[in-house]
């Protein structure tokens, strides 16, 4: 969540930028009453996006009756809004992404000029020798679980996923079928302690749980962009 003690923000599409205050909406869609009109394509909503200042929070609300659209951060994961939903994006910069008929567009979100209220949550610090939670793992399988993460941490839009087996036993000199088989013994050991979506109720082999264990690594504080570099831990 972006809370802010500043008073404004700023949007910007195409050759245009729009200032974003307390008490005010900067609204998006195809129709000529929105603050930033987007191409007269009917698979964009008349009123698609309202984006403003709510107590401190930048809001991005999906003002859509049937049209979902995406936020987009620098790095991470889509984020899906569904028609009368809204968000606050945990980042200061993101792009909000709308489907059109022939092309994409994308309106661009700064709130990073704001300045944090004082007493804000410290940036997250941890140990890279262990990582606990319901059981307790070696440094090794960190590495792996981190490797496994390093995509959704770095990259953006599709190509925000968790690396394969083949790629993480590239980084860390591994066979991928090693790779695999710790993965697999942690997610056994998570399910132990009763975190769910970890393993296939049949035992179907070919189930694949990477993304939901990497989202689980990361929503629970076991990977955060601290850990990347060496991937050897040299």
Request: charge should be neutral.
């Amino acid at each position: 969540m972006v809370r802010v003690a500043g008073a404004a923000a700023t949007v910007s599409y195409l050759a245009g930028r729009w200032t974003l205050v307390a008490g005010e909406k900067v609204t998006v869609g195809r129709s000529s009453a929105c603050t930033v009109q987007l191409p007269n394509d009917g698979h964009f909503s008349r009123l698609a996006v309202a984006i403003e200042l709510v107590n401190g929070v930048v809001l991005v609300s999906n003002t859509s009756g049937s049209k979902p659209f995406v936020v987009r951060p620098p790095a991470g994961e889509d984020h899906v809004v569904a028609p009368r939903a809204a968000i606050s994006p945990p980042c200061a910069r993101f792009d909000i992404v709308l489907a059109g008929s022939r092309r994409d567009e994308s309106v661009g979100v700064d709130a990073s000029a704001l300045r944090a209220e004082p007493g804000g949550e410290p940036a997250a610090t941890r140990s890279a020798d262990t990582f606990t939670g319901p059981g307790q793992f070696s440094a090794a399988q960190l590495r792996v679980v981190v490797e496994l993460c390093r995509p959704l941490l770095t990259e953006s839009g599709a190509a925000a996923r968790p690396a394969t087996y083949a790629e993480i036993g590239e980084r860390l000199a591994l066979s991928p079928q090693y790779v695999r088989n710790v993965l697999k013994a942690i997610r056994e050991s998570l399910t132990g302690y009763g975190i769910p979506g970890l393993v296939s109720a049949d035992q179907n082999p070919n189930d694949d749980f990477r993304l939901s264990l990497a989202r689980w690594a990361l929503w629970n504080g076991w990977v955060v962009a601290a850990d990347l570099g060496d991937p050897r831990g040299k």
